[in-house]
C-alpha cells in the first residue's frame, strides 16, 4: 500500500486562525480524501479531493470553511479558515488505489487544538 | 441512508480471552466490509475486509465472515494480547470509491 504522510503531525492555534494541513503520497493515487474524527468521535468524511477540479464536499462541510487543493497525483492539501474550538479534531487524509479496489488507506492524521 | 452499528465500548479483557466484537449495517446493496484500527495516538490502519458474501477476512489472528442474511460482519480473535488494546472501527462502502460510512468505534483494553 502507498506510504502516506502529513504536516503538520499536530498544533495548536488560536480562534480566527486558518491552518492548511498537507498530504504527501509516496505514488500516484486514484482517489484522496478528508476526513475529520472530533474527539472521542468516529470519522465523517468532509471531501473526495479531485485532481484538477473542485473538491467534492459531503453533507454539512463548505468549501469557504474547509478549502481544498490537488495540484496532482500525489498531494492534496486542507484548510480549516477561520477556526473556532469546535474545529478541534483529527484531520485525516486518505487514499484508493486502484489496484486495491475500494479499500482506503489512511495517513497519520493531524491533530489540531483551537484555543 | 447507509449505516453501521457497533457494539458499545470498553470491552474489557484479560490477556489470552476470546474477542467478539459485534458489526452491523444497513445499506442498500452488497457493499465492502472492512475493520479499521486506531492504537493510541495513531492514525488508522486497515485491519482486514470483505468484499462479497461470506467471504471471510482475516489479519493477525483476527477474522470475521461477511454475513448477508444478518447484515453482520463481527470481529473476533481467539486469544487476545496486551498489544491489541485499540479502538476497532467496523466500516462499508461501495465501488468506485464511494465515501467509507464508519461505525463509533469500540474501545478495547486488555490487561495483563
Known amino acids: 500500500s502507498a506510504v502516506i504522510s502529513q504536516k503538520p503531525s499536530r498544533d495548536i492555534c488560536q480562534r480566527g486562525t486558518s491552518l492548511t494541513i498537507q498530504c504527501q503520497v509516496d505514488?500516484?493515487?486514484?482517489?484522496m480524501f478528508w476526513y475529520r474524527q472530533q474527539p472521542g468521535q468516529s470519522l465523517t468524511l468532509i471531501a473526495t479531493?479531485?485532481?484538477?477540479?473542485?473538491?467534492?464536499?459531503e453533507s454539512g462541510f463548505v468549501i469557504d470553511k474547509f478549502p481544498i487543493s490537488r495540484p496532482n497525483l500525489t498531494f492534496s492539501t486542507l484548510t480549516v479558515s477561520n477556526m473556532s474550538p469546535e474545529d478541534s479534531s483529527i484531520y485525516l487524509c486518505s487514499v484508493g488505489e486502484v489496484r486495491a479496489g475500494e479499500t482506503q488507506y489512511f495517513g497519520p492524521g493531524t491533530r489540531l487544538l483551537v484555543l | 441512508g447507509d449505516s453501521v452499528t457497533q457494539m458499545e465500548g470498553p470491552v474489557t479483557l484479560s490477556e489470552e480471552a476470546f474477542l467478539t466484537i459485534n458489526c452491523t449495517y444497513t445499506a442498500t446493496g452488497y457493499p465492502s466490509l472492512f475493520w479499521y484500527v486506531q492504537y493510541p495516538g495513531e492514525g488508522l490502519q486497515l485491519l482486514l475486509k470483505?468484499?462479497?458474501?461470506?467471504d471471510k477476512g482475516s489479519n493477525k489472528g483476527f477474522e470475521a465472515t461477511y454475513r448477508k442474511e444478518t447484515t453482520s460482519f463481527h470481529l473476533e480473535k481467539g486469544s487476545v494480547q496486551v498489544s491489541d488494546s485499540a479502538v476497532y472501527f467496523c466500516a462499508l462502502s461501495f465501488t468506485d470509491f464511494q465515501k467509507l460510512v464508519f461505525g463509533t468505534g469500540t474501545r478495547l483494553l486488555v490487561s495483563p
Open positions: 479531493a479531485n485532481q484538477g477540479s473542485e473538491a467534492t464536499y
Open positions: 505514488s500516484q493515487v486514484t482517489m
Open positions: 470483505a468484499t462479497k458474501a461470506d
